[in-house]
């Protein structure tokens, strides 16, 4: 009936086709099988009963706790592999009516379902919606199947045992398909996992270890090879998308790293062409430092002194635009006074001043000792304190300089 082509087998068998990654003699094996049973048969008769409470019910429950070294792609091969074997072993009793033997061995497959998803679960804590989903579809349908065949021990009818028999063969077919997805699924899922491990790994041991899995993986039949291919051709894809969207930024990076280096030329000289124009307007005022923070009148004070150093001059050509203290915030008593700027009214009367005053030894006016600078930009005076250490050793050494 549902066992035409061999159709059921391949369902059955096509998650777990040779599955045999953990390299160990048929004793070990025989061994680790036996173990699992036996486990799996405790598990079903415990299950109803607690074990222990909160955090620690749920490692109490796991199978494989002895063994902290085994790792769930491990673990999810080993269950994967005897679960296929019981569906096979019950389509072989199925086919000979043995109800009772069908029976208890999809009483003991059930069990060992749950047990591998309740352990998968144990090791990820991680797994996704839709593997939630297809873990639910399995358990329902095993918990199907066990009602069914349960049916089928209750009962000598032929006519009953056939609908029955019909209904196991749909329910074991939805078994091996929903098993398949799922575990496609968690290898896809563990794949991926290695796949990442390799990427990230920053010793030579787990890189090691990362890549002899894979490897163990691809020569476990062309399902997990074609698994494996698949999660590598997506990470080489997105390998070659992150170069390429790197080699797109290096470019544009080197673009602006370029256009960067013109604008900064074009504000040097703009800040060049701000400062010379800064100094070209000062060029006809006049910093004068000395004057006491007594001295309130300061234009008067300054047109006495202009008057008696250009006696000559008429009183127009003496005309000051602007005669303030500088703009910075009072000094301190005891601190030098705040020096003084004048803007002349006349570019001839400035020349002529500070004439007058360079050719003074000892600037004075009413018994004040008075300095006279030039008004000049603060990013030029900047410059200067700069020079000032060169500019010292040179006077030293009587070297003239511009």
Not at 26 to 52: A, F, H, N
Not at 70 to 85: D, F, G, P, V, Y
Not at 119 to 130: K, V
Request: some cysteine; glycine content about 2%.
């Amino acid at each position: 009936m549902a066992f035409q082509d061999g159709s059921l087998f391949n369902a059955l068998l096509l998650p777990v086709q040779r599955m045999h990654l953990i390299q160990v003699d048929s004793v070990q094996r025989w061994m680790d099988d036996l173990k699992m049973m036996t486990e799996c048969e405790c598990m079903c008769i415990l299950q109803s009963k607690p074990i222990s409470i909160e955090e620690d019910s749920q490692s109490d429950l796991m199978l494989s706790s002895q063994d902290s070294t085994q790792n769930s792609l491990e673990m999810l091969l080993k269950r994967a592999w005897i679960i296929s074997t019981e569906l096979t072993k019950i389509v072989q009793k199925l086919e000979k009516n043995r109800w009772k033997r069908v029976h208890s061995m999809t009483l003991r497959t059930n069990c060992r379902v749950r047990s591998m998803i309740n352990e998968y679960n144990t090791f990820t804590r991680a797994s996704s919606e839709e593997m939630h989903q297809y873990e639910t579809f399995l358990i329902d349908k095993c918990s199907e199947l066990t009602e069914i065949t349960a049916r089928c021990t209750q009962t000598d009818d032929e006519n009953v045992l056939s609908s029955l028999k019909l209904g196991i063969n749909e329910t074991l077919t939805s078994v091996g398909q929903y098993f398949s997805q799922l575990l496609n699924i968690a290898l896809t899922q563990e794949i991926k996992n290695l796949i990442e491990q390799l990427d990230t790994c920053d010793n030579i041991y787990s890189m090691d270890t990362a890549i002899h899995s894979l490897f163990s993986l691809t020569q476990e039949g062309n399902r997990l090879c074609h698994l494996v291919a698949q999660e590598i051709s997506s990470l080489a894809e997105r390998t070659s998308s992150l170069e390429s969207k790197l080699n797109d930024t290096i470019t544009r990076q080197s673009l602006m790293n370029a256009e960067l280096k013109e604008l900064k030329s074009h504000l040097l000289d703009i800040k060049d062409k701000q400062e010379n124009t800064e100094n070209r307007d000062c060029r006809i005022n006049l910093r004068i430092r000395g004057i006491p923070e007594s001295i309130t009148d300061i234009e008067g004070f300054m047109g006495n002194w202009l008057a008696s150093a250009l006696p000559d001059s008429t009183r127009e050509s003496l005309t000051l635009e602007r005669c303030h203290r500088a703009l910075r915030s009072r000094p301190q008593p005891g601190d030098r006074p705040m020096a003084v700027v004048l803007r002349f009214h006349y570019f001839k009367t400035k020349e002529a001043f500070n004439t007058v005053m360079k050719g003074s030894r000892d600037l004075k006016f009413q018994n004040v000792p008075l300095q006279e600078y030039a008004d000049l930009a603060p990013s030029t005076l900047a410059k200067r304190r700069d020079l000032r250490e060169l500019t010292l050793k040179l006077r030293d050494h009587n070297i003239k300089y511009r």
